[in-house]
C-alpha cells in the first residue's frame, strides 16, 4: 500500500493487502492488550490487598498469547473469496486456542482478587466482594475493565464461529465487540494504571479521587449502552458499520431505539474523558505534593509451588509461535504473492 500511495506502483491486489492487514492487524491488538494483563496478574492483586493465586498460570497465560495471537487473521476474512476454506479453518481453531488464556485469566484474577477480599475481613461465598477497596479508582476503573473484557470476550467467541460470523459480520456488533474489547479492557485499565503511576511521576497526590471515581462509574455505564446497542443493532437488523447511518436512505425506523442507546453511551463516555483529563491535569498542575513517594503496587504469589523449567524458558515458546505462524500463513502468502494482480487503482488524497 505504501508503494501505492507513493504513485509508484499502479494499482494493489486488495486480497493481498488485506491478508498484509490482518496479519499485523490482529496481534497488534495484544501490544495493547498485554499491558493490561500486566497489571490485572502483578498490580491489582495488591491494591486489592491480596495476592497473585498462581504466578504459573499467569506464565502459562502469556507464553499461550505468544503462541496463538498471530496465526489467527483469517478470523477477519471469511468472506473473502481467493482464501480456501481449509485455510480459515485453521485460523478458526487457532482463534478458538487464543481464547483460553482469557478464560483461565478470568479465573486466575478472580480469585487473587478473593484473596484480597477476605483478608479484608469478607466471608462467604460472595461477601468478599464487597470488601474489595471500590473507593479506589485505579482498582475500581481496572475491576470494571475486566468486567466489560468479559463481555467482549464472548461476543468474540461468536466472530470466531464461521457460521455466526456470516451473521454479524461488517454490522455494527463488530465496533461494539472491540468498544468492549480495546475501549474497554486495555483504555480504562490504563486510566486506572494512570491514577497511581501520574501521581508516582509527578510527586502530588491525586486531586480527585471522586472525579476519578465518577469517571471509572461514567466509562461503565457509557461502554454498556453503546455496546449494547451497537451489537443488538448488528445482530437483529445487519445495520452495516462503517458507514453515516443518520443519513443512509435504507435506515429504518425500528433502529432508533439501539441508535438512541448508542447516542446515550457515547454522552456518558465523552463526560468520562473530560472527567479523566480533568484529574489528570489538575494533579500536575495543583495537586498537593506527597509526603513519601507512591509505592509501585507488585503483587507477591499466593502459591509457592516452584515454577516448573518449561515456563521459565523463552525458546521452546518462541520458536513454536514461530512454527505456527509458518503453518497458518506461508503457503496462503506464497500462493497470493505468485498469482498478486495490481488491479485496484490507485489515488491521491491530497
Not at 449494547?228 to 447511518?245: D, I, K, W
Not at 525458546?315 to 504473492?337: E, F, H, N, R
Request: glycine share 10%.
Amino acid at each position: 500500500l505504501i508503494p501505492w500511495s507513493l504513485g509508484l506502483i499502479e494499482g494493489v491486489d486488495p486480497l493481498l493487502a488485506r491478508t498484509y492487514f490482518w496479519f499485523t492487524g490482529h496481534p497488534l491488538v495484544y501490544f495493547w492488550l498485554l499491558p493490561a494483563y500486566v497489571s490485572w496478574y502483578g498490580m491489582m492483586p495488591k491494591q486489592a490487598g491480596g495476592k497473585l493465586f498462581s504466578e504459573n498460570l499467569a506464565r502459562l497465560v502469556f507464553w499461550l498469547f505468544l503462541l496463538l495471537s498471530t496465526p489467527v487473521g483469517f478470523h477477519h476474512q471469511y468472506t473473502d473469496p481467493g482464501i480456501p476454506t481449509a485455510w480459515k479453518f485453521i485460523h478458526a481453531i487457532f482463534t478458538y486456542g487464543v481464547a483460553f488464556p482469557s478464560l483461565i485469566t478470568a479465573f486466575t484474577v478472580a480469585a487473587s482478587l478473593e484473596t484480597g477480599g477476605r483478608a479484608r475481613g469478607g466471608k462467604g461465598w460472595f461477601g468478599w466482594i464487597r470488601k474489595l477497596p471500590w473507593d479506589d479508582p485505579s482498582y475500581t476503573a481496572q475491576n470494571f475493565a475486566m468486567i466489560l473484557f468479559a463481555f467482549g470476550g464472548i461476543s468474540g467467541i461468536t466472530n470466531a464461529s464461521y457460521n455466526m460470523n456470516l451473521a454479524v459480520h461488517n454490522t455494527t456488533w463488530i465496533p461494539g465487540h472491540f468498544h468492549l474489547t480495546v475501549g474497554s479492557a486495555t483504555t480504562l485499565t490504563f486510566f486506572g494504571i494512570a491514577y497511581w503511576m501520574v501521581p508516582k511521576l509527578s510527586g502530588r497526590k491525586l486531586f480527585s479521587r471522586k472525579a476519578a471515581l465518577a469517571q471509572a462509574w461514567t466509562w461503565l455505564f457509557g461502554m454498556i449502552f453503546f455496546g449494547n446497542g451497537m451489537h443488538l443493532l448488528g445482530l437483529h437488523f445487519g445495520a452495516p458499520r462503517r458507514t453515516m447511518l443518520g443519513a443512509a436512505p435504507y435506515r429504518e425506523a425500528a433502529w432508533n431505539m439501539f441508535t438512541t442507546e448508542s447516542l446515550v453511551g457515547v454522552i456518558f463516555l465523552t463526560i468520562s474523558a473530560i472527567l479523566f483529563f480533568y484529574v489528570i491535569i489538575t494533579t500536575v498542575l495543583f495537586g498537593k505534593k506527597l509526603d513519601k513517594p507512591v509505592e509501585m503496587p507488585v503483587a507477591e504469589s499466593y502459591d509457592e509451588t516452584p515454577t516448573p523449567k518449561w515456563l521459565d524458558t523463552w525458546k521452546g515458546w518462541l520458536y513454536g509461535a514461530v512454527a505456527l505462524v509458518i503453518l497458518a500463513y506461508a503457503p496462503m502468502l506464497y500462493t497470493l504473492i505468485s498469482e498478486m494482480q495490481l488491479t485496484s487503482p490507485g489515488f491521491r488524497v491530497w
